[in-house]
């Protein structure tokens, strides 16, 4: 078990880690955030405080490490199809951000890890570093296919295509459905996204 934000080594840490994450996962569920302790979670681990603490510096570690074994980061495979690709890497990105908990959680703890440098490159690392490379890859595949723009800001790229999938999540409550992920896809592709246009209400002429 890769553990990011544990203090502890890995090897012989304690057998109850998974339970102890897995914990974490329904408390944080069940009460929500800013509502988690570290007494609701060993109560529900059936471990000591002590134990956790041995293993992980606060709650904001903990639960880090608790959604980053669920946090998906995969390589996007060469499937000779820059589309294809693509909608593989959204979603993925849509699949993160559409758990409640992970949507929820990551930007408190982003601004909870912000004042600790060190946390904070851990933070990075397990939750966005490894994910925008492996997207970054398929992008420059589609832009050595001439699929995509030869100047396509790839970085940017992930930044839109991120902000707009939390934003719905959190903000406007609309649908993270595959008509989005298409839309999403287009936008890198350059090709004019299917949006739907309402009709401009005819007025009358008047004469002078």
Known sequence: MALVFSSGSVAGGPRSVSKILAAARDVLSGQGYPALTIEAVAAAAGVGKSTIYRWWPSKEALVADALAEIF?????????????????????????????????????????LLPHPELMTRFREAFL????????????????????????????????????????????????????????????????????????????????
Request: charged share 25%; proline share 7%; aromatic share 4%.
């Open 129 to 208: 570093y490894r994910k925008r490379e492996n997207i970054a890859a398929a992008l420059r595949r589609g832009i050595q296919r001439g699929d995509l723009p030869h100047d396509l800001d790839v970085d940017l790229v992930q930044d839109i295509w991120a902000g707009t999938i939390l934003y719905r999540r959190l903000m406007t409550g609309s649908p993270l459905n595959t008509d989005l992920a298409e839309h999403l896809v287009q936008l890198a592709t350059n090709t004019p996204p299917l949006l739907p246009h309402q009709e401009a209400e005819v007025r009358p002429v008047r004469e002078p």
């Open 72 to 112: 998906r980061a995969d390589e996007i495979p060469d499937l000779g199809d820059t589309h294809a690709e693509l909608r593989r890497a959204v979603d993925m990105t849509i699949d993160n951000y559409a758990n409640e908990d992970m949507a929820t959680s990551l930007p408190a703890l982003a601004g909870g």
